[in-house]
């Protein structure tokens, strides 16, 4: 097979998850053997940071890429979606420090992809053909990853968070050309009892209702949890009644199980090179999404 690259550009516009600052990105096409790349708009000299997992410099919540002064965070949905329709190159151009949130899944990037089209490159593709067991393990989170020979790109993604309200779940995708109809819509999730720890952070000041799937599993005073729906622009809720609280009810009841799924996929991207093998995450997470794609990045 070839590589492939966009047809032609597409825009999207929307607040950033972490900043809440209204950003613009654009997806380019780029020219063979290019790969990802990001380029800050904003900055002087307008930077181009390499979306490879060597530049990885932070895992906090979320895939944050830097060199330099430039960094760009929240870049696992596009790549995710880019990765699984075969994109090998492509320049993206944003005006901030981080891609929109938009809606937490991957379908925004998916929809403007099927739009634009794809061009097929003269040049071959780079695959990574797996042809032994290769793995790696957190012994302090008990997360581990691990990816086995195949025929084609696979994965298969356990979650467990002790929560009485999200039971351990699975979720796994055989198909690639089954992702826009089983994955790219599963949003991203957060416990509220996160959420006061991510404010004090920096973090997630565009979050809200509409972006994320909210899970309150942890009764709070009412007190507390009206502080945070205020610092979220959430309507208050009954503090004795837990549940999901965000807008629009869940996709499917693994949820959260096929957005990490989602997650696994675009950092994994950042290996660079289509990848032949059955990726098999449990617990995952992107501290050990990069370690594991920094792993294979020297297979």
């Known amino acids: 097979m070839r590589q492939r690259t966009l047809a032609s550009s597409f825009t999207l516009q929307g607040k950033g998850l972490h900043t809440g ?19 800050r708009t904003d900055m002087e000299g307008q930077p181009i940071i390499d979306a490879i997992a060597e530049n ?20 696992e949905h596009a790549f995710s979606a880019l990765y699984i329709h075969g994109v090998d190159n492509v320049l993206v151009q944003v005006d901030g420090p981080e891609f929109p949130i938009l809606d937490g899944s991957a379908t925004p990037y998916v929809q403007k992809m099927a739009e634009v089209g794809y061009i097929e490159q003269n040049a071959d593709k780079n695959w990574l053909r797996i042809d032994q067991p290769i793995e790696y393990k957190d012994e302090t989170t008990g997360s581990h990853i691990s990816i ?14 002790n929560s009485p309200l999200l039971p351990p779940q699975t979720a796994s995708l055989e198909d690639i050309d089954a992702y826009d109809k089983e994955i790219c819509a599963a949003r991203t999730f957060v416990f509220v009892r996160e959420i006061e720890p991510l404010l004090s952070y920096g973090l997630i000041k565009g979050g809200d209702l509409d972006n994320a799937v909210v899970i309150y599993d942890k009764e709070t005073t009412q007190e507390s949890l ?7 622009n959430a309507e208050h809720h009954d503090s004795k009644h837990l549940g999901y609280i965000q807008h629009k009810p869940l996709v499917w009841e693994n949820e959260p199980a096929r957005h990490k799924l989602l997650d696994v996929i675009g950092d994994i991207s950042l290996v660079g090179r289509p990848i032949i093998g059955h990726i098999i995450a449990t617990k ?13 990045s020297t297979d």
């Open 21 to 39: 600052k209204n950003l613009t990105v654009t997806f380019c096409p780029a020219p063979e053997n290019h790969g990802y790349k990001i380029q």
């Open 56 to 75: 990885v410099i932070d895992t906090t919540r979320g895939t944050v890429l830097g060199v330099g002064e430039a960094r760009c965070s929240t870049v």
């Open 148 to 161: 086995l020979p195949a025929d084609s790109f696979s994965v298969s993604v356990s979650i467990d968070f």
């Open 226 to 232: 009206d502080k945070l729906c205020d610092l979220t």
């Open 284 to 296: 995952p997470g992107h501290t050990i999404n990069n370690k594991f794609a920094r792993l294979l």
